[in-house]
């Protein structure tokens, strides 16, 4: 290898590096910001209570008469429809209520980063919250022999669902400053996601809609690609849907976080 091809790696490498810590920063700098006021932990609480609720109370649990999780993951799509936009929503929209997003770009810094470092510690954030109901694996160990590998897989499928959720309600905290209207927007967004997939819709589609076009609507919806990992079935196609609107998500809010910059 000649001394320019050396050096110019070395470059290459020295700038990912840099990437790398400036995004492990800011996502540092977030998750400690989460955990600082209460509202993390009464995020927990919340979600935990609910968990249980609609797991043992609405999705009938003991009368399932099975060793699964499936009335506990099944309500997840619905738990998350307000509960991860409640994240996302002060991502950005508290930034530039207080200002601080310009500090925050004019520092060395590129937007993607930034993007990446808030986007990584909510998304963490999200996944202790969703670790902390280890008790039902192990209720439903103690209680029969469960599949593990489907419980695993639905763990996975909540997570990248949670991800995809909180990318959106990224993108829509980034269009305004108003925490509100931020939650409102993400909900709704969310909410089309879930009911383009929901069977009484997709039932109501038949009726009028050709097959192809119902199969088209229903591949957009989170419900359509969180069912294989029920199931226990890890599908490259639903993975690169959850990603792909995770992706798309974040690509947005780069564009507007750019827009802003330069009004």
Known sequence: MSADSQVM??????????????????????????????????????????????????????????????????????????????????LWSEERRLGTMELLL????????????????SWLFLAIALGLT??????????????????????????????????????????????????????VVCLLLILCGWPPVTNMLVKWASPWLVDIVSGFSVMTHFESFQRGVVDSRDLYYFLAVIGFSLFTTGVIIRSHRAG
């Open 9 to 90: 790696s070395s470059a290459v490498a020295g700038v990912h590096t840099n990437a790398l810590h400036n995004i492990v920063t800011i996502a540092k700098r977030e998750l400690a910001a989460y955990f600082a006021s209460p509202v993390a932990y009464v995020f927990i609480v919340i979600f935990l209570l609910l968990v249980g609720f609609f797991t043992f109370m609405v999705g009938g649990f003991f009368e399932r008469g099975e060793a699964s999780l499936a009335s506990f993951f099944m309500w997840h799509p619905w738990l998350y429809l307000f509960l991860v936009p409640a994240v996302g929503m002060r």
């Open 106 to 121: 004019t520092m060395p810094v590129s937007t993607w980063q930034a993007i990446v470092g808030k986007f990584a510690a």
């Open 134 to 187: 280890f008790p039902m694996v192990i209720t439903v160990s103690y209680l029969g022999d469960p599949d593990l590998g489907a419980i695993f897989t639905g763990y996975l499928g909540s997570l990248l669902m949670a991800g995809a959720y909180l990318a959106i309600g990224c993108m829509t905290s980034a269009m305004t400053r108003n925490q509100v209207v931020s939650f409102i927007i993400s909900v």
